[in-house]
């Protein structure tokens, strides 16, 4: 019976002992959560809110299509060289040999063939010049030199048939078919190249 007895005490002080260490780790979790809990209320108590919220990034689909397609086009195609880069300097020695011309044999043909054409073919190259500078298209300019150029192969050949002379008017008729066939490249290539500072830069 006895035995019985101390069986029982021991079996009752174990559940004993196995329960209060549970009831104290118990209370031991829920100090500690409590701490945390507070811990992380003071720290968001101090930290100051923020006046700039942040958005969420939305994304654009239509934008990235059109990013895309940006950088996929191909760049515009154009000439290798000028229309002024020998516009101008034609139009000058038209110019010249009309001003030399007139002061040697005071004709007045002289005058209009070569003052007045070779003058309007500077102009025009000067215009080209100025508006290709502004990122703008020399189109117009150029017409105007090539059918400039178109009257002075006329005429020149009319001259030559007459009077079989190569300076000038042999001179003039290859010279202007030759300027003919510059201008219509430049049209048809495109147009004068673009300024650098304006041309688009490859997609990376």
Known sequence: MKAG?????????IFMGLTGSSIQTSGFEVKTAAKYSKDEQEQLNQEPPNPYPTEELVERPDMD??????????PKKSAKIHDFCLGIPYGGFVFGVGLLGFLFSRNSASVTTGMLFGGAILALGTFSLKVWRKGQSSSPFILGQAAIAAALLGMHFRLYSLTKKLFPSGFF???????????????ISGGNPPPKKLRVAPPS
């Not at 007895?5 to 002080?13: A, D, P």
């Not at 078919?177 to 049209?187: E, G, P, T």
Request: contains cysteine; charged residues 15%.
């Open 5 to 13: 007895n101390l069986l029982f005490r021991r079996k009752l002080s």
């Open 65 to 74: 299509m059109h990013m895309q397609k940006e950088g996929s086009l191909p």
């Open 173 to 187: 008729v290859l010279m202007s078919a030759a300027m003919i066939c510059f201008y219509s490249y430049v049209l």
